[in-house]
Every structure is written in C-alpha cells, then in structure tokens.
C-alpha cells in the first residue's frame, strides 16, 4: 500500500475517532488559511498538504523560559482539528512532555539529528555567559546543544519572545548575558512568533505554512510573519472606537472600565505593538487581555520589558484622536521616551555606583505620566 494512502486512511481513522467529519476538517482548513492570510482558495491546498504530508520530526529545545509557550500550546485545544493536525508531527524530543528521560531522550534527540531534514522548535532565552554555564542539560550548554540541533534542520522556529529576542532573561541587567536564538546561530531558516507565551493558533499555522508550501511564512524587519504580527494591535482593538472618541478608563473599576472603554490611559502599549490578538484570541477564542479588561503590556516586541514598563504609566501625550497618524506617533513616542527613560536610568545608576551610593532613587527622566490626563 502506498505510503500517502497510509497516511490519508490515518487521518480519516483520526477525524473518525474524535468525530470529526469531512466537513468540520475542510473548515477548519478554511479557518487556518484565513489565519495565514492567504486567500481563500488556497484551503484546498492546505487540506491536501495536511492529506498527504510525509511526517516531519520536531526537536523542542527548552531554555532560560517558565515553559509557558508549552503550557499554551498544549492547551489550545482538548481535543480538536488541530490536535490531530498535530499528531502528523513527530516530536520526537521534547523535554517537558516526552516520555523518556536522561540518556534516552537524549538519544532520541540524537538519532533525529543524525536523520537531518527535522524543525527545531526552541523556547526560551540562551545564556552567553561565563560560557553558557546558567542553562546545562545533560552536560552540555545551551549553546551547544542549539549549534548542534541547527546544523541539519530544515528550520527553526522560535516560540516566544526569550527565544525570538532574550525576553525577560535579557531584562536589564541581564547577568547571564542572555540573547535570542538568532545570536548565535545562522545558516538555517529562522521565525519568530514572539508573545508571552506565543499564541498556539500562530504556532499551528505556521507548522502548517511550512507543511504546505514547504517554506516559512513571509517575515517582517523582526522576523515574525507577516500573518500575525503585520497589523498593530490598536488598529483591531475593539475598544479603538472609544480612543477616537476620547472615552478612556481612568480608573481602575469606574464607569468607563464597566462599559469597555479604551484602556490606553492605564498604559496599554496596544498602540506600539503589532500582534493579531485582538483577532485570534486566546482560550480558543473567547478572550484576551484587553477584552478582559486589561492593557495591552506589548510583549511581542524585542526588549518589551525593558521599553515598555512601567506597564500601568500611559504614552505620551497625544494631541489628537481618530487619525491613523495618531497612533504612529504614539508608537513612535513610547518607544523613544522609554528609550531616553531607560538610558537616563543606566546613567544615573553607574553616577551612583561611582560615588557610592547603595541606595536606588527614582531614576532621572524615568517614564512617568506627567501628563495632564486631560481628553
């Protein structure tokens, strides 16, 4: 029997299992074009692709991280499409939820490596210094074992912001001198899908991407795709109608929280960012950050905790609303006042440190709201 025709019978035995149908796959199909942004006739192709695809293996490295990419990934679905989707995959070293442990696993990872051809998943930051000694695992450093895994994979994707741009690792002072996975290999195909965690529908289409066309998805100047990350936040915000009429929250629980108003005066940083979660969601799409009441903290872009707390002080003062233009100069404002702020920071810290002093002061020309708070 051919091996595609094996392949199709077991994702039909699949759909059959859980109960899917010819139907609900096709839309499914359907749903993750239209996240891919790619018109609507290239659903058959995914389909087909998805039908036939020879399994690939996927090594998922953790590093500095908290596991949360895993957390979400596992959680998107319980079971759905996308788990089955999924289960063409061969994740074939895992260290959170493989079964295996110590010098099995590692052998696992080994025997794929000497394969070729597989996708590295990483998530979390790499630690560069005193040589790579804050993150070992069997022995060997971070830095190793990504050099290692890069040399014969097909790609590489970076779930998470610590391993598309350090993360929180590489927060201010970032004593383990950690950085992105882009730092320190090259040679190979390489996307971010950064967010804290990743959002696992970004995670799914992009494995999805690639199993069609057998290429990753179009980048931006970042190395995120396109797809999910070429549209800022505020622009599909749905409390962006209440910024340009000028109705904000002021206070956390007042009239204005209760009825869905624009929380940019609370510090959302959704007009700096650029990130499809006000379309996608999270929890299969019932909900996100914003629509639950809280601003947006701008965790997909590099450096965010460093550029973009404190997450509760707003941008700069904006002189008007409703113009698109409006909100890239907010944008353009938090990053270069954070900027100066944090610089003045360092600064004031090394006068400190010379003379002496062991106490930490608010730090000159640090991010405040001196605004008015006038609409």
Same mark, same amino acid.
């Given at each position: 029997m051919p091996a595609m025709e094996t392949r199709e019978r077991a994702l039909g035995d699949r759909l059959a299992q859980f109960g899917v149908n010819r139907r609900t796959f096709l839309k499914y199909c359907a749903t993750l074009t239209a996240?891919?942004?790619?018109?609507?006739r290239f659903t058959e192709r995914v389909a087909r692709a998805l039908e036939s695809v020879e399994k690939p293996?996927?090594? +998922?490295?953790?590093?500095?991280?908290?596991?949360?990419?895993?957390? =979400?990934?596992?959680? =998107?679905? &319980?079971?759905?499409?996308?788990?089955l989707i999924l289960d063409l995959l061969s994740v074939d070293y895992h260290e959170t939820i493989m079964a295996a442990a110590g010098f099995q696993a590692e052998a696992a990872k080994e025997a794929t490596i000497a394969k070729g051809g597989y996708i590295v998943v990483v998530e979390g930051s790499v630690p560069m210094g005193d040589g790579g000694v804050y993150c070992t695992i069997g022995g060997k450093t971070a830095i190793?074992?990504?050099e290692e895994a890069a040399v014969g994979?097909?790609?590489?994707? &970076?779930?998470?912001?610590?391993?598309?741009?350090?993360?929180?690792?590489?927060?201010? !002072? &970032?004593?383990?001198?950690?950085?992105?996975?882009?730092?320190?290999?090259?040679?190979?195909?390489i996307i971010n899908l950064p967010g804290c965690p990743a959002n696992a529908d970004n995670i799914?289409?992009?494995?999805?991407?690639? /199993?069609?066309?057998?290429?990753?998805?179009?980048?931006? =100047?970042?190395?995120? !795709?396109?797809?999910?990350?070429?549209?800022?936040?505020?622009?599909?915000?749905?409390?962006?109608?209440?910024?340009?009429?000028?109705?904000?929250?002021?206070? +956390?629980?007042?009239a204005g929280h209760k009825r869905g108003w624009c929380l940019y005066k609370m510090g959302c940083k959704g007009p700096s960012t650029f990130h499809n979660c006000p379309i996608i969601r999270w929890n299969e799409a019932t909900s996100w950050p914003v629509g639950s009441g809280h601003g947006c903290v701008g965790c997909s872009e590099p450096d965010f905790w460093d550029t973009m707390t404190d997450f509760y002080?707003?941008? !700069?003062?904006?002189?008007?609303f409703g113009a698109e233009a409006t909100?890239?100069?907010?944008?353009?404002?938090?990053?270069?006042?954070?900027?100066v702020g944090f610089g003045a920071h360092g600064i004031a810290?090394?006068?400190?440190?010379?003379?002496? /002093?062991?106490?930490?002061?608010?730090?000159?020309?640090?991010?405040?709201?001196?605004?008015?708070?006038?609409?």
């Open positions: 996240v891919l942004a790619l018109p609507a293996s996927i090594i +998922w490295l953790e590093f500095q991280d908290c596991a949360g990419d895993t957390e =979400s990934f596992l959680r =998107s679905r &319980n079971p759905g499409v996308g788990d190793q074992i990504l994979a097909a790609a590489i994707i &970076n779930v998470g912001t610590c391993s598309a741009y350090g993360g929180l690792p590489k927060a201010a !002072p &970032n004593p383990t001198r950690a950085v992105g996975v882009a730092s320190v290999v090259s040679g190979v195909p799914t289409a992009t494995l999805v991407h690639y /199993l069609t066309f057998g290429s990753l998805p179009a980048t931006d =100047s970042k190395g995120r !795709p396109l797809f999910a990350y070429g549209t800022r936040i505020h622009d599909a915000c749905e409390r962006r109608a209440h910024f340009d009429a000028g109705q904000f929250v002021l206070e +956390w629980g007042d002080v707003r941008l !700069p003062k904006v002189t008007g909100a890239d100069k907010i944008g353009l404002g938090i990053a270069a006042a954070t900027a810290k090394a006068i400190q440190r010379r003379a002496g /002093l062991g106490s930490e002061g608010p730090a000159p020309g640090s991010m405040e709201d001196d605004t008015d708070g006038s609409e």
